[in-house]
């Protein structure tokens, strides 16, 4: 949802388009590591 809105609002706006999609790379990076970690330390008690 918030990936949809974001891209939307930088198709609307002029002024720094490129860094919020590398903004929104980023933070689905962050979340990507979280995920891989959270996993990991279930698999290893």
Known sequence: L???KG???V????KRPA???FD???INEENRKA??????AKEKP
């Open 35 to 40: 995920k891989l970690k959270k996993k990991g």
């Open 11 to 14: 198709l609307g706006s002029a």
């Open 24 to 26: 929104m790379e980023d």
């Open 19 to 21: 860094k919020f999609v």
């Open 7 to 9: 891209y939307a609002d």
């Open 2 to 4: 918030n990936k949809t």
